[in-house]
């Protein structure tokens, strides 16, 4: 069954099945103000993600009207990598060490229309260690 | 405020950047070096002494950093021309609150505020203190003074939510949602409202007081304009008004929300809830919070009528096939579920039709029967059907199978759902052994054929057909606990151990290896699997259980400690920030997210295993240290002698407790810690189904918390009570002991007598009972090592009391020792003799014997140690007068050559267990998986596994199949099993040794008087 809805605290305990799954960082409270996609193996390969990113996208471009949506994802994470490639994200930059200090990250972008020349997603020529990433 | 003229708590900020950069680099001793140089400059600063006071306590030096700051403090209130702003104070803060002095941190802006009371930075510093300390009046009136200085929108939130906060997590009564609404009220009037957050609070206070309609105004008026996204305002619309009781408007919003998002699983039950004019949906929500909401769709039988019925239902059947005819080829599953749906509810009102259900179930198989979330998704419907139905079902699914599709992965979908189906509705529980033997051959055989399915894919992806790995294991345990060959059970670790080679990140695999290995006996083998599983943060608390109750009763103590140490500190940290996250929420004005939080809080808090590690931690402590009693005495003062822990055993009754642990992923024959089917005779079918009952493990870990929280001040009571005996027999006219001792033991033996169900004296004849060979030891029944416990702390109380009927003189002493000796002996000569000595069989009871060694032996031990050093009052210089009484003497000496002789058992076994060739402990376990005969027995998939990776395609597989084939070796897996079960023996062997030693220094010592 499926619902699309907020992420809640209690979720978090009924998110073991896609927590134990290699690729899915275990973060601890669901707070920030970004969002992650996860969803467990039953669900797989119905284009679930593509929904839920074209969601995402929808929200940031006409409500609050960003210029670009990004995301982390584990430069080992080559299935994913692949995924959004395809729904039209590119590698922004790699932040080192961004995975508990150990493993790399790939902030990847997708330029909204808001940002008429796409200037937002001119890929960065050297990686960035994850103090230099600007949170609000 | 100061630094924005260059001043930071009145310094100028070039000097003080440079200590900050040191610190933010963790280089303390230079940050240091830094802030005395410039506390010389400015010594009364308040501000430089707090952040000497933060570069101490990140250096460790709590006790210093506190006195710093208490210094600042000290200035702070004493001198009115100190600068007194919020970085000074926020900086204080960070430091009393890693010292766990919160209270001193809110005094200081508590006195700062009143000195300045419109400074707005200062009172917002004030808020945030009475937040961590979850002063959730004091945090209103804060806001309040805050909104009445500048008229914010954010700080009357601020007080609304701490409003919030006192009904649902405090004391405050539901009568403060008016205070609430009437705050915001007057505010919409004179100002209106700007985010939609305070919006939602706004009708949230509402909705809780029930009053639906205003809600509804509000929401349809200008300010629902707040609300950009269409179905988030159309969702909190149809909920007011199917709570309102107007199932018909509500019916139409959650049709229009369907229409925008058709596959909404949620609405489309709110919507035949509110056709069905049903209210299930919207009572008690907010009262049960279960972590799993039941998979059965809570529903009543409708009342209307049946003309209304048939009429309500028709209009949604046919929405419903609007719907499919909408989505197309979209994956939307809900509307083609939403009619299988349909028929049932005809079904529960009586006017169902089997055959109209059966016929919507194929054409959800048809479309979507080759996802692997086929089968969670229908089990709910399956429910109405009689067995014989759901057998006519699977062949109808099989039938319809055939000539769906020609896509290979979708023909293995299909071909694993049916397997699924199969095991869901109980048929394999029915199959003859040799037909469950073939179902699990097949499964494996198809796994292997469509390998070449998952040639392309990227090594971390998950592979066509994982899933056949797990349902032929799951056969193969059922085969074991039928027929109880072990050879099975092999079988299925190998199954296992093949799959995760192919690839090794499938977690489904581990956790089922991990259960498969406790239950055999190779521990440390579970624990290897369970650390590969990368548990971390709040799977901490949902998936510990996998491993934490077999590990409570291993030798694996470092592991352990590891276990209990990483796991209580991601509690205590959570605990300890969680407060922080709610700040942080208020400050980002995301107030649904502060009442979350705080109930989050609590959640973790009441966690029922969170209590359990908390008193576990410290009882493996005891352990590790009974050998030496002094060290014993070191780590009993760490635990304020166990007084804490007896509160805690008084309060669990009362106390509420959450339970957290995701019991889902656990394998179907161990559906819960406290169960183990594979441990009891074959049951069938009606033993499979997965339960949650919780009443029974609440009820579990109360009693166990209850007991053992207990043990603390019980080893320290003895210890004490026992250190009186001799002194008292050398010292006729010295001073006695404190009396308090024994009486105080002598409340908690009866407290424990009562947990294990009798009265104190009837305790005592239970015990002396069973050491003289009266009764047997199944009258202690699954509380053995409560009851053994309880016999060495009742000696240790008879040796200061001399008080019950035990004592007759010197015969109630001897008695009293002679029961604890008696019972350690007997019981492990009984377990020793009959244990299985084959490297296959699980050694079920082996954690009872380690139990045994390191709980009521490890503190009879202690006992004895403290006997021992009475006689040695001063220093450790044996004083040969010491043991005046002779007849105690013999009662201690008899007791260490029974403890030399009952610990020698013990290893003996284990050193033939651990000595056996290798090899000859290999070969036993793979000749389990010999086959016998023909196409029947154990080994038929093991054959195919090897037949498969002699001859490998590597065209078909691609290189890394391949590789990962070719790198299978069934031996190395046999061997690790040999050397798993080993390393657990030899742990048992090195605490058993360790006793060994100490009771042989004190038989000497004995030898010698």
Redesign the interface.
């Known amino acids: 069954?499926?619902?699309?809805?907020r992420f809640?605290?209690?979720d978090?305990?009924?998110?073991?099945?896609v927590?134990?799954?290699?690729?899915t960082e275990?973060?601890?409270?669901p707070?920030k103000?970004n969002h992650g996609l996860h969803y467990g193996?039953?669900?797989?390969?119905?284009?679930?993600a593509k929904k839920l990113m074209n969601l995402l996208e929808d929200?940031s471009d006409?409500?609050d009207k960003g210029y670009f949506v990004d995301l982390f994802v584990r430069a080992?994470?080559?299935?994913a990598i692949?995924m959004y490639e395809k729904l039209g994200y590119i590698i922004y930059r790699r932040v080192l060490r961004y995975y508990s200090g150990e493993e790399d990250g790939l902030d990847m972008r997708k330029a909204l229309s808001r940002d008429v020349e796409k200037k937002s997603i001119i890929p960065l020529k050297r990686p960035v260690t994850p103090d230099e990433l600007e949170y609000d | 405020m100061a630094s924005k003229f260059g001043l930071a708590g009145g310094i100028p900020e070039r000097r003080v950047r440079p200590i900050w950069d040191a610190i933010d680099s963790r280089q303390f001793k230079n940050a240091l070096k830094l802030v005395t140089a410039l506390l010389s400059k400015f010594p009364n600063s308040p501000y430089c002494l707090a952040l000497k006071a933060l570069i101490l306590e990140r250096m460790g030096k709590s006790e210093e950093a506190l006195s710093l700051c208490l210094n600042a403090k000290e200035h702070l209130h004493k001198n009115d021309s100190v600068l007194m702003d919020d970085l000074t104070l926020s900086t204080l803060q960070i430091v009393f609150q890693r010292l766990d002095h919160l209270d001193m941190a809110t005094n200081c802006y508590e006195y700062a505020c009143g000195k300045f009371p419109s400074n707005l930075e200062l009172m917002m510093g004030l808020f945030n203190c009475y937040v961590r300390e979850y002063s959730f009046v004091k945090q209103q009136q804060t806001a309040i003074r805050m909104y009445k200085l500048v008229g914010e929108e954010r700080f009357l939130l601020w007080a609304v939510c701490s409003i919030q906060l006192q009904v649902f997590c405090g004391n405050g009564g539901e009568k403060l949602l008016v205070l609430a609404e009437g705050l915001v009220k007057k505010h919409v009037v004179s100002h209106s409202l700007h985010e939609p957050e305070a919006l939602m609070v706004y009708i949230s206070i509402l909705e809780q007081q029930a009053k639906y309609g205003d809600a509804l105004d509000i929401l349809s008026g200008k300010l629902g304009s707040l609300l950009?996204?269409e179905v988030d305002k159309l969702r909190i619309q149809g909920r007011l008004l199917a709570r309102a009781g107007d199932y018909a408007a509500a019916a139409n919003i959650f049709q229009k929300i369907l229409e925008l998002?058709p596959?909404?699983?949620?609405?489309f039950l709110h919507y035949l809830g509110c056709l069905l004019e049903d209210d299930s949906n919207w009572c008690n929500r907010a009262i049960t919070?279960p972590?799993?909401p039941s998979k059965f769709v809570e529903c009543k039988i409708s009342i209307l009528t049946d003309e209304v019925f048939d009429s309500r239902m028709s209009n949604a059947s046919e929405f419903v096939q609007k719907l499919q005819g909408n989505t197309g080829n979209n994956?939307a599953?809900?509307p083609y579920?939403a009619s299988i749906e349909i028929e049932r509810r005809k079904c529960l009102h009586g006017k169902g039709d089997d055959d109209k259900l059966m016929e919507a179930l194929i054409q959800y198989f048809v479309g979507f029967g080759h996802?692997?979330?086929f089968t969670?998704?229908i089990e709910m419907f399956l429910e109405v059907f009689t067995p014989d139905k759901k057998a006519e079902l699977l062949e109808k699914f099989k039938e319809s199978s055939v000539s769906i599709s020609a896509v290979p992965a979708k023909v293995l979908g299909q071909s694993i759902t049916l397997f699924k189906i199969q095991e869901l509705i109980g048929n394999m529980s029915k199959l003859p052994v040799v037909e469950l033997e073939g179902s699990a051959v097949q499964m494996v055989e198809m796994y292997c054929k469509n390998l070449p399915l998952s040639k392309d894919?990227?090594s971390?992806?998950?592979m066509h057909g994982e899933e056949l790995l797990s349902l032929a294991c799951n056969a193969f345990i059922q085969l074991f606990w039928r027929t109880r060959n072990v050879g099975y059970f092999v079988e299925a670790i190998m199954l296992l151990e093949f799959g995760l080679t192919i690839r090794r990140?499938v977690?489904q695999y581990k956790?089922s290896l991990l259960h498969l290995y406790s239950h055999l006996g190779a521990l440390s083998l579970a624990y290897e699997w369970f650390k590969s599983?990368?548990v971390?943060?709040?799977?901490m608390?949902?998936?510990s259980h996998h491993i934490l109750p077999q590990m409570l009763v291993s030798p694996l103590w470092v592991d352990l400690n590891n276990l209990l140490k990483d796991y209580l500190k991601f509690m205590d940290d959570?605990l300890r920030e969680?407060a922080d996250?709610t700040f942080?929420?208020y400050r980002?004005r995301?107030y649904s997210?502060v009442i979350?939080?705080v109930?989050?809080k609590e959640?973790l808090q009441h966690s029922n295993q969170y209590l359990v590690a908390r008193v576990e931690g410290p009882i493996l402590q005891l352990k590790q240290n009974a050998d030496n009693i002094e060290e014993e005495e070191a780590v009993l003062e760490s635990l304020k002698c166990g007084i804490h822990f007896v509160e805690l055993s008084n309060e669990i009754g009362s106390k509420s407790l959450t339970f957290?642990e995701?019991l889902?992923?656990r394998p179907w024959w161990a559906p819960t810690s406290e169960r183990n089917y594979l441990l009891g005779p074959y049951e069938g079918v009606s033993y499979c189904p997965r339960e949650n009952s919780m009443t029974e493990r609440e009820a579990n870990v109360r009693s166990i918390i209850e007991r053992k929280s207990l043990l603390p001040r019980m080893i320290y009571l003895s210890i004490q009570s026992s250190s009186t005996l001799l002194k008292e027999n050398l010292e006729v006219n010295g001073s006695r002991s404190d009396p308090k001792i024994p009486s105080e033991l002598k409340v908690l033996l009866e407290r424990y007598a009562k947990m294990l169900g009798y009265s104190f004296a009837d305790a005592i004849e239970v015990v002396l009972g069973v050491s003289n060979g009266l009764k047997s030891f199944e009258v202690f029944g699954s509380d053995l090592i409560d009851w053994i416990s309880f016999s060495v702390f009742l000696n240790a109380w008879n040796l200061s009391s001399h008080e019950i009927g035990l004592a007759n003189g010197d015969g109630g002493l001897s008695r009293a020792w002679h029961c604890v000796d008696s019972l350690l002996e007997k019981y492990v000569l009984g377990k020793v003799s009959s244990m299985e000595t084959l490297i296959t069989s699980p050694w079920v009871d082996l954690p009872i014997l380690v139990q045994l060694v390191t709980e009521p032996l490890a503190w009879h031990g202690l006992v004895i140690q403290s006997c021992f050093r009475s006689s040695l009052p001063s220093g450790k210089k044996k004083k040969k007068t010491g043991f005046a009484d002779q007849s105690c003497v013999s009662h201690i000496r008899d007791s260490v050559f029974s403890l030399c002789n009952t610990l020698e058992k013990v290893r003996k076994w284990l050193r033939e267990q651990i000595n056996r060739p290798e090899d000859e402990n290999v070969e036993t376990l793979l000749s389990s998986l010999q086959k016998k005969e023909h196409n029947e027995g154990t080994g038929q998939v093991f054959q195919i596994i090897e037949t498969f990776t002699s001859s490998i395609n590597d065209t078909e597989l691609g290189d890394r199949i391949s590789q990962s084939l070719k790198s299978w070796n069934h031996v190395d897996v046999a061997r690790k099993i040999v050397t798993g079960k080993c390393t657990v023996l030899s742990e048992f062997l090195r605490i058993c040794d360790s006793k060994s030693k100490l009771f042989q220094t004190l038989k000497q010592q004995i030898a010698q008087v």
């Open positions: 069954m499926t619902t699309i809805r809640c605290c209690n978090l305990l009924r998110f073991t099945s927590n134990l799954d290699h690729l275990t973060f601890n409270i707070w103000p193996k039953e669900y797989r390969r119905q284009q679930l929200f006409k409500i080992s994470n080559t299935p692949k | 950009l996204v998002c596959d909404d699983w949620e609405c919070n972590i799993y994956f599953r809900c579920l996802l692997a979330c969670s998704d894919l990227d971390q992806e998950s990140h977690w956790i599983l990368d971390k943060n709040i799977l608390e949902t998936g959570h969680s996250l942080l929420a980002h995301n997210k979350e939080f109930q989050f959640r957290n995701d889902q992923s």
